[in-house]
C-alpha cells in the first residue's frame, strides 16, 4: 500500500496556488497551518473568506476553517510537513527570481526538528528544489541534508510542481496526475505521500531536476502553440482572410489542433516560465523565445490597430470589453488586456476610453487617475461607444445581444463576436 501521509502540513504562500492546496489537504483530513506575509490575506482567510475569486473554492476555505483544519498565520511554525506556494517572477534580465523562495526557506529552516518534508510547489528552473536542500543544510548544519547522502536525511526536499488551470483550480487539483520529483527517491516518495492526501490522479516519482523542467516545458508547450495561432492571425490581417475561418477549417484535419488567436499571453504562468527555459540555454531555446515574443509583441499590434481605427473619428469613444488576462477569472497579472487599454491611453491621452470589467470595482493603479478613463458597466460603455475592443472572452460578453454593436466599429481579438 502507498503511503498516505499524516501531520500537519504548513503551506507557505496563500496565493491562487497554495490557497487551494492548503483547502485541498484540509477537506483531505489533514490539520493545516496557511502561512502568508501579506496579513489582509491571513485575516481574510482566518475569518473563512478568499481574498481572490475562484469557483467552488470559497465554499472550501469557509468549510476548512469552520471545521478547525485550516488557520492561518504570517509566522511560519512548526510542521511536518511544509509546501512552499510562493510567487517566482522573472527579473528585467528574465532570470528567475527566487528571493520569495529563499525568504520561505530562512524561515522554515529554524523550525526543523527532523523527518520533516519540505515540497516546493513554486515554478522555477532547473536545479532550485537541490538549491532549496543546499539553503536548508547552510542554515542547519547540524542536519543532514539529503542532497549529501542517498541514507537516511534528517529532513526531506522535493518539487511537486502546480498544474492547475485558473478558473477550473479545485477541480484540476483532484483530477490532474501529479509529478513530485525528489532531490532523492527516499524524498519523492516522502513528498509523493502528501498529495496521496488529496489527488485522485496519478503520482509519477521522477528526480527534482526533471520535474522542474517537466513543468517548465508544460507552459512553453502552450505557449508556443498559441505563438502559432497569434502569427496566423497577424498573417491572415495582412493578406485580408479571416484567421478564425481558416482555424475552423484546418483543424477539421484529423491530426490539426490549433489553438485560439488572442490578444497576446497574459497570466503569472505561460508568460513566464517559457524565459526559465530561455535563461538555462539561451544558445539553445530558439523556438521557445521567438514564440514568447510574438506573443508579447501581440498587445502592441492590437493597441496600434485601436489607435489606427479612432482616426476617422473626430471625438471618437472607445470601449474596451475586458482587463483580465483570460475568460472568467479576475486575475489582471500580466493581462495583455491591461497593457493594450494602457497603451490605448497613453498613445491618446484625450479619448473618451471606456473599459467594462465585470470581475473589478476599480480600475488598476496603472490606469486609474486618468481624467479620460473609466470604468463602466458594460452596457454603458458599449452605448456611447462609436468603437468597441473585445478584449476578453468573458461569458458576460459572450452573451451581449448584437443589437446594441450595430453601427459601431468592432474589433474582435478574441473572435467571440463571428
Ligand atoms: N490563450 C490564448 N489562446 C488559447 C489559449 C490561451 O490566447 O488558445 C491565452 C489566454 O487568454 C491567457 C493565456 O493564453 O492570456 C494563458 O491562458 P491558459 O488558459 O492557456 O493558461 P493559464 O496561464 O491560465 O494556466 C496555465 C496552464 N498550463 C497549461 O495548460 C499547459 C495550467 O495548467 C498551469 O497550471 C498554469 O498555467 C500554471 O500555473 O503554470
Given at each position: 500500500?502507498d503511503e498516505?501521509?499524516?501531520?500537519q502540513?504548513a503551506?507557505?504562500g ?5 490557497l ?6 484540509a477537506?483531505?483530513g ?10 489582509a ?5 482566518s475569518?473563512?473568506?478568499l481574498p481572490f ?11 476548512a476553517v469552520t471545521?478547525?483544519?485550516l488557520t492561518?498565520t504570517?509566522?511560519t ?13 522573472f ?19 529554524p523550525?526543523?526538528?527532523?523527518g520533516?518534508i ?5 515554478t522555477?528552473p ?5 538549491g ?9 548544519p547540524?542536519?543532514?541534508a539529503p542532497?549529501?547522502s542517498?541514507?537516511?536525511?534528517d529532513?526531506h ?9 485558473p ?12 509529478v ?5 527517491r ?6 509523493a ?8 490522479g496519478?503520482i509519477?516519482?521522477?528526480d ?14 502552450r505557449?508556443?502553440?498559441?505563438a ?5 492571425s497577424?498573417i ?9 475561418e481558416i482555424?475552423?477549417m484546418?483543424?477539421h484535419?484529423?491530426?490539426v489542433d490549433?489553438l485560439t488567436p488572442?490578444?497576446?499571453v497574459?497570466g503569472?504562468?505561460?508568460a513566464v516560465?517559457?524565459?526559465?527555459i530561455?535563461g ?6 530558439r523556438?521557445i523565445?521567438?514564440?514568447?515574443e510574438?506573443n508579447?509583441?501581440k ?6 490597430q485601436v ?9 471618437p ?8 488576462y ?5 486575475d ?6 491591461m497593457?493594450?487599454v494602457?497603451d ?10 471606456r ?7 476599480h480600475?488598476?493603479p496603472a490606469l486609474?487617475?486618468?481624467?479620460h478613463v ?5 452596457h454603458?460603455?458599449?452605448d456611447?461607444?462609436?468603437i ?6 468573458h461569458?458576460?460578453?459572450?452573451s451581449?445581444s448584437?443589437s446594441?454593436l450595430?453601427g459601431?466599429?468592432?474589433y474582435?481579438?478574441?473572435g467571440?463576436?463571428r
Amino acid at each position: 500500500m502507498d503511503e498516505v501521509f499524516q501531520g500537519q502540513v504548513a503551506v507557505v504562500g496563500l496565493g491562487y496556488i497554495g490557497l487551494p492546496t492548503a483547502v485541498s489537504l484540509a477537506v483531505g483530513g489533514v490539520e493545516v497551518i496557511g502561512v502568508d506575509v501579506n496579513e489582509a490575506t491571513v485575516e481574510a482567510v482566518s475569518r473563512g473568506e478568499l481574498p481572490f475569486v475562484e469557483p467552488d473554492l470559497a465554499i472550501g476555505v469557509s468549510g476548512a476553517v469552520t471545521m478547525g483544519r485550516l488557520t492561518a498565520t504570517t509566522k511560519t511554525p512548526e510542521a511536518d510537513a511544509y509546501i512552499i506556494a510562493v510567487p517566482t517572477p522573472f527579473r528585467d534580465d528574465h532570470q528567475a527570481d527566487l528571493s520569495h523562495v529563499r525568504a520561505a526557506v530562512e524561515e522554515i529552516a529554524p523550525r526543523l526538528r527532523g523527518g520533516e518534508i519540505v515540497v516546493l510547489e513554486s515554478t522555477s528552473p532547473p536545479g532550485t528544489t537541490e538549491g532549496v536542500s543546499r539553503w536548508l543544510e547552510e542554515l542547519r548544519p547540524d542536519l543532514v541534508a539529503p542532497h549529501t547522502s542517498e541514507g537516511v536525511p534528517d529532513f526531506h526536499v522535493a518539487h511537486c510542481p502546480e498544474r492547475v488551470l485558473p478558473g477550473r483550480i479545485m477541480v484540476e487539483m483532484i483530477t490532474n496526475d501529479r509529478v513530485v520529483g525528489g532531490v532523492t527517491r527516499r524524498c519523492a516518495a516522502k513528498a509523493a505521500s502528501i498529495y496521496r492526501v488529496f489527488s485522485k490522479g496519478e503520482i509519477h516519482l521522477t528526480d527534482a531536476a526533471s520535474a522542474e523542467m517537466a513543468k517548465l516545458v508544460e507552459n512553453a508547450y502552450r505557449d508556443v502553440n498559441i505563438a502559432f495561432a497569434n502569427e496566423l492571425s497577424l498573417i491572415s490581417e495582412e493578406l485580408r482572410l479571416d484567421v478564425w475561418e481558416i482555424i475552423k477549417m484546418a483543424n477539421h484535419h484529423p491530426r490539426v489542433d490549433i489553438l485560439t488567436p488572442g490578444p497576446g499571453v497574459g497570466g503569472h504562468c505561460i508568460a513566464v516560465d517559457p524565459w526559465f527555459i530561455v535563461g538555462a540555454a539561451p544558445q539553445l531555446s530558439r523556438l521557445i523565445r521567438t514564440a514568447r515574443e510574438v506573443n508579447d509583441s501581440k498587445p502592441h499590434h492590437v493597441a496600434e490597430q485601436v489607435v489606427a481605427k479612432t482616426e476617422r473619428f473626430r471625438n471618437p469613444t472607445v470601449a474596451c470589453l475586458g482587463l483580465a488576462y483570460k475568460a472568467n477569472v479576475d486575475d489582471l497579472r500580466e493581462s495583455p488586456a491591461m497593457d493594450i487599454v494602457t497603451d490605448i491611453a497613453d498613445a491618446l491621452p484625450d479619448l473618451d476610453l471606456r473599459v467594462a470589467e465585470p470581475f473589478v470595482d476599480h480600475l488598476p493603479p496603472a490606469l486609474d487617475g486618468r481624467p479620460h478613463v473609466r470604468l463602466q458597466r458594460v452596457h454603458e460603455a458599449i452605448d456611447d461607444a462609436d468603437i468597441v475592443v473585445v478584449l476578453v472572452d468573458h461569458d458576460h460578453f459572450r452573451s451581449l445581444s448584437r443589437s446594441r454593436l450595430e453601427g459601431k466599429v468592432l474589433y474582435d481579438t478574441r473572435g467571440i463576436w463571428r
